[in-house]
């Protein structure tokens, strides 16, 4: 990949769909955000697009050929991936319908920084899309681990900000949820989306 801004032009726009279109890592802060504020979502955030950019760097680096050459390792960590969002669309599912307030009792129960990283790493559907970034645009040239390095900061750079753009949607959802009875229907909705979308990825995949 040459250094020139323009060749950077298709990555950016590789990173922003992979990012900004709706899956269950989108829902989850979607649904977050909504319950709990802008504020308490950024961990979420941060750890979602932290570990998505370190498995890219880590593909970068060869770690991606275990898992294409390992079919088993692949199918586990899809399955406990799907096991882990739907436990997690559960608890969001019979989520309590008090006030929407940061500071509940149920506040350990909500996913955060180390649940969504750890999300990206039994995900294979990330580990793909690293190969995939790491086989269309990464060079092969001595140059090869800076541009490695490099698409994993703009991944990161890119994705922090499209699901910062989901928390946002949330947050402003939030402020229509003025009823239990309210809060409850998006509380199902939400656990619904987010086990259908999850178990769509896994059946599709």
Known sequence: MPSTSPSLLPFLLFAFVASITPGPTNILVLSNSARHGFKATLPIIFGACASAALIVLLVGYGLGESLKQIPALQ????WLGVAWLTYLA????????QALDPDLSDSH???GLFTAAGLQWVNPKTWMMAMAVISVFASNGSDRMHHVLLLSFVFFAIALPCMAAWALLGSSVKKRLHSIKALQYFNRSMGLLLAGSTWLSAWIG
Do not use: E, G, V
């Open 75 to 78: 199918y586990a960590m899809q």
């Open 90 to 97: 559960w608890q969001i599912f019979h989520s309590p319908t």
């Open 109 to 111: 129960r909500r996913p």
